[in-house]
């Protein structure tokens, strides 16, 4: 982020030694001049959705169950944060009392039958080094700008009662989010 802002204060001092600025101050007399030198870095990042989860189906519980990562990098401003989180499969998620943990549905190819999920996702919000939200959920994860930082998530049906095909499209949505901080020494 340092090298960002110096490239950027560096263009801008260059712009404005060749006339390209603004608006422009004249004088004609001797003196000095204060000129104002601002750049504006936004937050960036980049989110790894798996492409599928494969269920596997155990005879012995009658259900089916799977794990998937969500990955996150970026450089983000010191009040934001990248959440990423399940929102729909098949109907909209529902989030449970007693935990993170979303339930839908997906549905048979054949039979037709509806099986309900649970979908469970360890973490959702991302956030910058240095920093710590002041609400602590739990849910939280320290942001690296170059390497992807995972969290492990996993899908459980319950009982299976006929043999099929089941499917369904789990949805993630992911966005920049401003909290309030505290700035850890």
């Given at each position: 982020?340092?090298n960002?802002?110096?490239?950027a204060?560096?263009t ?6 060749g006339?390209?600025?603004a608006?422009a101050?004249?004088?004609?007399t001797e003196?000095?001049a204060e000129?104002?030198?601002s750049?504006?870095?936004s ?5 790894s959705?798996?492409?599928?989860v494969g ?7 009658g259900?089916?169950?799977g794990?998937?990562?969500v990955?996150v990098k ?5 009040n ?5 989180e ?20 997906i549905k048979?190819?054949?039979?037709g039958?509806?099986l ?5 996702q ?7 080094g240095?920093t ?5 959920m739990?849910e939280y994860v ?8 995972y ?8 009982e299976?009662e ?8 789990l949805?993630?949505?992911f ?8 700035i850890?020494p």
């Amino acid at each position: 982020m340092r090298n960002r802002i110096l490239t950027a204060l560096l263009t801008a001092a260059v712009l404005l030694q060749g006339g390209m600025t603004a608006a422009a101050q004249e004088y004609t007399t001797e003196g000095t001049a204060e000129c104002r030198i601002s750049c504006q870095v936004s937050s960036s990042y980049t989110v790894s959705i798996p492409a599928t989860v494969g269920l596997t189906y155990s005879a012995d519980t009658g259900t089916a169950s799977g794990s998937f990562q969500v990955g996150v990098k970026g450089d983000l401003l010191l009040n934001q944060m990248v959440q990423v989180e399940p929102t729909s499969l098949m109907k909209e998620l529902t989030k449970g009392t007693n935990g993170d943990y979303y339930q839908g549905t997906i549905k048979g190819e054949k039979t037709g039958s509806v099986l309900s999920v649970t979908v469970n996702q360890e973490k959702i919000r991302w956030y910058p080094g240095g920093t710590t939200p002041l609400f602590d959920m739990g849910e939280y994860v320290e942001i690296s700008a170059s390497e992807y930082v995972y969290a492990a998530g996993t899908v459980t049906t319950g009982e299976v009662e006929a043999a099929d095909t089941y499917s369904g499209t789990l949805v993630f949505t992911f966005g920049l989010e401003e909290y309030e901080r505290q700035i850890l020494p």
